[in-house]
């Protein structure tokens, strides 16, 4: 009977929060608070509904935890797009003025997560803030790829170096927020290594380890866009660099937008290297900054 009840509950539950993020009540302040109130309560209903099945001895909670289990990523993904829409904004002004530091991106990052304790598992804690930390470091790539990048180099002086030290700010902000999330900005500090060096057999090398370590970044059109924003390279040196990824990878799957994903996806699994890679991979030149 308590099953039944709590089924009947959920139904409820679920029509009112559909509701709810229909009309857009997932936003603002108020708005993330609720989210996470919503998935901790998910969590803790999963764990009754265990528990209630476990007493009577039935495998009847099957409905009630896939209910649960939607209505979680529902608020999930509600509260991956909120807190990505409020970094946005601060990363297009960032980019556009060519800002002496990240102080407005990385102040917004802090106020999001304030709800944070709210959520008693410390692996939903720890999924969620790894996954709003992939998604911004998805969306700083993005809007540098659409800076000019002559304006950059003017104010910042070296625009490698200045992606650099916004990677480690990045990274700092999000472990003062959950201390052992994955370390997401390293396609950023991979991305600071081709802009430094103009080397072709380098940044083939490099490339090659953006694929295999920056599930973030995959796919043959995103990184060729980098080597036309990168500059300093003839179309001969472009086509030389790609075709070499190519061969080592050339079933590059295009990239999921960032701000649908729920959890980070797991990191392709490292493919043979070709004879090219193995017999390059000791040649590689250190890049200092």
């Known amino acids: ?8 509950f959920l139904h409820g539950l679920q ?19 609720h989210l996470f109130r919503t998935i901790n ?8 509904a265990g528990q209630l099945a476990s007493e009577a001895q039935t495998d009847a909670a099957a409905p009630a935890v896939s209910l649960l289990e939607e209505l979680e990523a529902q608020a999930k993904e509600q509260l991956l797009h909120t807190t990505t829409h409020n970094i946005e904004a601060a990363l297009k002004t960032y980019f556009k003025t060519g800002g002496d530091d ?6 917004r990052i802090e106020p999001l997560f304030a709800p944070l304790p709210l959520v ?33 180099d003017k104010r ?20 003062q927020q959950e201390g052992s999330v994955e370390k997401r900005c390293v396609s950023l500090q991979k991305i600071s290594e081709v802009l430094k ?11 090659i380890e953006i694929i295999n370590e920056c599930p973030g970044i995959s796919g043959e059109e995103q990184l060729n866009t980098l080597l036309r924003w990168k500059g300093q390279l003839s179309r001969q ?20 937008s960032p701000a649908h994903t729920l959890a980070p996806p797991p990191a392709p699994p490292l493919r043979p290297a070709s004879r090219w890679y193995r017999a390059m991979s000791c040649l590689r030149p250190p890049i200092t900054d």
């Open 120 to 152: 008693k598992d410390t692996h939903t804690r720890k999924v969620l803030v790894d996954s709003v930390y992939q998604n911004i470091t998805s969306l700083y790539l993005r809007h540098l790829l659409l800076s000019n990048r002559s304006q950059l």
């Open 15 to 33: 029509a009112l929060e559909r509701k709810r993020m229909s009309a857009g009540l997932g936003a603002g302040e108020g708005g993330i608070l």
């Open 197 to 207: 060096t103009n080397d072709v057999n380098t940044l083939k090398l490099v490339l």
């Open 102 to 107: 990240m102080c407005d991106v990385t102040t």
């Open 41 to 48: 309560t998910c969590r803790e209903l999963r764990l009754l």
């Open 237 to 256: 040196q472009q086509t030389e660099v790609m075709d070499a990824v190519v061969e080592y990878c050339p079933r590059s799957a295009p990239n999921d």
């Open 156 to 175: 910042w002086s070296d625009v490698g170096l200045r992606v650099r030290r916004d990677a480690e700010e990045l990274h700092k902000s999000f472990t």
């Open 1 to 8: 009977m308590c099953l039944s009840q709590l089924h009947t």
